[in-house]
């Protein structure tokens, strides 16, 4: 099963440049079977999202966040499976990863190399459940710097499209022969290593 972890749509995200519907249409005509919707500091609500997941069944539609804090709101951790807009709220890496924990929500640190102020979440006693290795956002030399710190930190790495548009989509992802039924199904997948990382035609695999 092709796994889209990472993607904005202009609903929410102000930075991305296609709305709902037609990148969920690009998603499937690209092979897609899930896919977490993980806006800049806000949710989808759980009606909402049902209503998009309904007009699209040939993909699983789930729900997460990608919260920005620390200098600069520079360190940017996704929550997926949770529709709860505290995330935004709690403003601290700890706090939303501890609290994340609790209600069996997978935290993965987006893009740790892209700035600076991410390294701070990997010197905490609780670490996110994974760190994003290659996506549309990090250089091969921050996702080979991201390989290295997972293997290190004995964290899982995951590839994602930080899909902000068409064009985003195809070029990293996750794929996955665990059943991936329930939003939550993914931690599981994550932390026991049961993916692989893929890169599109045009990528180069670090
Ligand atoms: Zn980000
Ligand atoms: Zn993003």
Redesign the pocket.
Known sequence: MKVEL?L?TSRYSACAVAGPEEIIRHLITNGYEAVYI?E?DACWGEWELADLAAGFPEIRIFPGI?VAMGENLSC?LLVLGTCDKIYHRLGDAREVIRLARSQGHATIL?HPYRWTAAAEVLSLPELPDAVELQTSNHSPAAAKAAFQTAKRLGIAGVNTG?VHGKTFVNRFWIETDRPLTEADDIRDIIRSGGYSNCVGPQEEMI
């Open positions: 990472h904005h993980t800049h990608e940017h987006a930080d």
